[in-house]
């Protein structure tokens, strides 16, 4: 697991950290807007850096994260366009605070 927190810097250090995955998880906060947008820059990363033995973008799921809380920055139709849009595998709403799909969306 790499949790970069969203930051920045860590971007020139990716290829190392996503050598021989075969599966990855992007989060972002529903209730602040640029962490949806930084969504985007982490999954064209991923895409640049990285793909299957077979030649195929790595799987990436994208979780909308703090479901519980409100107002939410983007709408659900947004999230689910902006998914299908940037080659995410799905998304799913997850609330870490309640345990909300955490496990579910590991499986």
């Known amino acids: 697991v790499f949790d970069p927190a969203g930051q920045e ?3 020139s250090m990716t290829r190392l950290y996503y050598r021989e995955a075969s599966a990855c998880v992007i989060m ?3 209730t ?3 962490t949806f947008s930084n969504s985007q820059k982490w999954k064209q990363d991923l895409d640049s850096k990285l793909v299957l033995p077979d030649g195929s973008p790595v799987p990436c799921l994208l979780l ?3 479901c519980d809380l409100s107002p ?4 659900r139709e947004e999230i689910d366009r902006f998914s299908k ?3 995410f595998s799905g998304w799913v709403e997850t609330s870490v605070k309640e345990n909300k799909n955490i496990n579910e969306s590991m499986r």
């Open 9 to 11: 810097r860590f971007t």
């Open 28 to 30: 972002f906060d529903v």
């Open 32 to 34: 602040n807007i640029s």
């Open 64 to 66: 909308a994260n703090k």
């Open 72 to 75: 939410w920055a983007v709408t």
């Open 85 to 87: 849009e940037n080659g």
